[in-house]
């Protein structure tokens, strides 16, 4: 599975756009983005993913480039509630045996 | 539909001792997972299973034991516990298949067991 890299922090001002980027350069053409978040010490929770398109849900949106070797997770409108770890994961779907977090972004939500 | 559960919430061992976590999870997914995670890092998969029956080992699998005895529970074993597996546990499991007719895998989470090993 791809490899990933994040910036270990950012910091947003409360009711921005806040813009997390991950490169993915070694993606494969089956391989997925996933994106989670850890807030406190809790179980991560599931945001959303994508192949090649670009996805919205009512949390965010993914934007994936072209060559798929980049990505970049929107939160349009971030809250202090937001403030957490962010986990940019590429794996296929498939490989449950591969589902390993980097140690992801700290967002920092700043009123 | 209380999703994925975790037994205990908390633990103190002493070196050398051992136990067992449990994960239970309601919603007739298929992959389960043990995760660990220590301060400050990412989570690193420690044993996965992709059916009742069945398991396989992740990235971190040494001084642990799994089993999947029951489709909706996952067991995690620590035979002799040493204050290097000192961590969160964290457990999850995943759907084969998704809405709309699309994979998913999307995870779902446990609140987490905190171990420390004394």
């Known amino acids: 599975d791809a490899k990933t890299t994040q910036p270990p922090s950012m910091d947003c001002a409360e009711g921005r756009a806040a813009n997390l980027p991950c490169n993915h350069s070694?993606?494969?053409?089956?391989?997925?983005v996933y994106w989670y978040r850890q807030i406190h010490s809790q179980g991560p929770q599931y945001i959303i993913h994508?192949?090649?398109n670009n996805e919205t849900n009512e949390m965010a949106s993914l934007i994936i480039t072209e060559d798929r070797k980049s990505s970049t997770l929107i939160l349009p409108h971030a809250t202090l509630r937001d403030t957490a770890v962010y986990y940019c994961i590429v794996r296929v779907a498939t490989n449950a045996g591969k589902s390993t977090f980097g140690d992801g972004t700290t967002l920092t939500v700043k009123p | 539909n209380a999703g994925v559960t975790q037994t205990p919430k908390f633990r103190v061992l002493k070196t050398g001792q051992s136990m067992t976590l449990l994960c239970a999870q309601d919603m007739n997914h298929e992959y389960m997972y043990w995760y660990r995670q220590d301060p400050g890092m990412g989570l690193r998969l420690i044993h996965y299973?992709?059916?009742?029956?069945?398991?396989a080992k992740g990235e971190v699998p040494d001084g642990y034991n799994v089993s999947r005895l029951k489709k909706q529970n996952f067991l995690l074993g620590l035979e002799s516990a040493a204050p290097s597996q000192t961590s969160v546990y964290f457990c999850?499991?995943?759907?084969?298949?998704?809405?709309?007719?699309?994979?998913?895998?999307?995870?779902?989470f446990g609140p987490g067991t905190r171990l420390t090993v004394t």
């Open positions: 070694t993606i494969s053409g089956n391989e997925y």
């Open positions: 994508g192949l090649k």
């Open positions: 299973s992709v059916g009742e029956g069945t398991t």
């Open positions: 999850a499991s995943s759907s084969q298949s998704g809405t709309s007719g699309r994979a998913r895998y999307e995870q779902y």
